[in-house]
């Protein structure tokens, strides 16, 4: 079985990549969109979004990365994804699922749910154009306002020439409301002749068994699961291998939280990008765990990097002591 790490823009950063594939159990892993429009995009903007492309297209610990593309059109796609090549990337994603109303205005993402044939057409450009050693693959909700299109889009996607389909079980206008609907994953696997991963909704090594057992799928994408619960896709593959699986405790969830702060803080320390970062990943976190409550409480009110650290680190100790 194949566990990967869901593209989130905005949340799932390289910084949040390299912290949750160090915790393991991750096959690979997606960036955050790079939305294309009229501009080819430069070096530093691909290496902003992956710079994973340097380090051979591997999170610090090893774990493959994928870059993903969002766009509605085919020539402009194709020459950025070349030259997301030319720079290193080896390996492309297409997004037709975002739900941001920015985004589909401008025709892309989930919208293009609509336009299977156009779906098919960027794919087909892409595959063309692209070096045949780099795997190409698509990501798609189940439609936008209903599913009547998601088998023709499916369709298009493998026609077009993907080698994978990841599919997220809801509509766009379901957003991100429960349920996602694993049985649609089956509908479309048994329709496409290429590798589906299933996605939506897997907080807890059960969901984790329900969504393979009502897809059928054999490769899982985590979501906000992934944030909210660290160390889930290391439960789910202690479990596929047999070993006992062992849920972590706050006192490891601590030592990550002042990792994260430190990674944040190596790339950007003279900004709000450390402080905000972690203040999002507690409020996601605080959901699960209740030490996460209160550690949020601590921090809410701070701004400075150095009176978190210090926050966090008489935080960590404490939880050892527990
Ligand atoms: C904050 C956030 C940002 C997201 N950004 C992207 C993105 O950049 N590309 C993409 O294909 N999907 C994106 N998604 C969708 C996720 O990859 C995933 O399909 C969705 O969250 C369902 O999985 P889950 O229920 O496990 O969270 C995003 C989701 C969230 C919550």
């Known amino acids: 079985m194949r566990l990967l790490l869901a593209p989130m823009q905005g949340l799932c950063d390289d910084v949040m990549r390299d912290l949750l594939t160090r915790i393991g159990g991750y096959d690979e892993c997606v960036s955050e969109f790079v939305r294309i429009t009229h501009t080819v995009h430069s070096r530093a903007t691909w290496l902003k979004y992956m710079p994973e492309i340097v380090n051979g297209n591997r ?170 619960r660290p160390d889930l896709a290391r439960q ?9 699986v062992k849920e972590t405790d706050f006192a490891e969830i601590a030592g990550w939280i002042n990792l994260f702060f430190d990674l944040c803080a190596a790339k950007e320390a003279h900004n709000k990008y450390p402080v905000a970062r972690l203040k999002q990943w507690l409020g996601m976190m605080k959901k699960e765990f209740p030490q996460a409550q209160e550690l949020f409480e601590r921090v809410r009110t701070a701004k400075e990097a150095d009176e978190v650290k210090k926050v966090l680190q008489a935080f960590e100790k404490e939880q050892e002591k527990n």
Request: charged share 20%; hydrophobic share 40%; glycine share 10%.
């Open 236 to 244: 789910i593959k202690q479990y596929e291998r047999g070993e006992e």
């Open 59 to 228: 999170t610090f610990a090893g774990t493959p990365c994928t870059v993903q593309l969002l766009g509605s059109d085919a020539g402009r796609m194709a020459v950025n994804a070349l030259e997301a090549v030319r720079f290193g990337a080896g390996k492309i994603d297409l997004n037709f699922g975002c739900p941001a109303p920015t985004v589909n205005k401008h025709k892309g993402g989930a919208v293009l749910l609509k336009e299977p044939e156009l779906i098919h057409q960027i794919v087909k450009t892409l595959r063309i154009r692209l070096p045949e050693y780099i795997p190409l693959t698509g990501k798609m909700r189940l439609g936008f306002e209903n599913t009547d299109l998601a088998l023709a889009c499916a369709a298009a996607i493998a026609e077009g020439g993907a080698s994978g389909l990841t599919v997220h079980a809801r509509t766009k206008v379901e957003g991100y409301e429960p349920p996602a609907h694993w049985d649609w994953v089956r509908k479309i696997r048994d329709a496409v002749p290429i590798p589906v991963t299933a996605n939506g909704d897997v907080f807890t090594l059960e969901d984790y068994l329900a969504i393979k057992e009502v897809s059928g799928c054999n490769s899982v994408m985590l979501g906000r699961g992934a944030v909210i």
